[in-house]
């Protein structure tokens, strides 16, 4: 079977590209608005609007940073998940990357490749981890890194 990777094009990408964004869009739209609807009858949101901030301002510099809190943990999550959820993705569409590798060492029955593969999974969990607390810092002014 040929791989779309023998010629890389745009167009080759598409497809998987899309599938793999479609899979946590919905959620992370929904937390974002949840967040958003109750952070806007904020007590300092209203402050700020009575002072005659323009909304936009407002929406943008008070609201969707506290906002961005929730839906940013659920971001920082999928990570992990791209890393071994393309298995699915990458056998689909003949793809040779982390998932295809997986499945190879998988059906090989090649325990120090699974090992290996298992040691990446495992530092991009805790790389992710680490930035989402790190940015929690950026979001939340209140939070301090000690």
């Known amino acids: 079977a040929t791989s779309a990777m023998d010629k890389i094009t745009f167009w080759n990408f598409g497809l998987p590209v899309l599938t793999v964004a479609m ?16 952070v806007m009858t904020a007590q300092y ?6 002072k005659g901030v323009p909304f936009r301002d407002v929406v943008l510099r008070h609201a969707l940073r506290n906002a961005l809190i929730a839906p940013f943990t659920v971001i920082m999550l999928q990570f992990p998940w791209l890393l071994n959820g393309v298995v699915i993705v990458e056998t689909l569409f ?3 990357g982390f998932g295809w590798t997986l499945v190879q060492g998988a059906g090989n029955n090649d325990i120090e490749l699974l090992l290996a593969c ?6 991009v969990v805790l790389a992710t981890q680490l ?3 790190i940015g929690y810092a ?6 301090r890194i000690s």
């Open 23 to 38: 899979y946590g869009m919905g959620y992370i739209a929904r937390m974002t608005r949840a967040s958003m609807t109750e």
């Open 45 to 50: 949101i209203r402050t700020a609007r009575l």
């Open 94 to 96: 003949n793809y040779k």
């Open 118 to 123: 298992s040691v990446v999974a495992v530092i």
């Open 131 to 133: 930035i989402s607390d």
């Open 138 to 143: 950026f979001l939340n002014p209140r939070i």
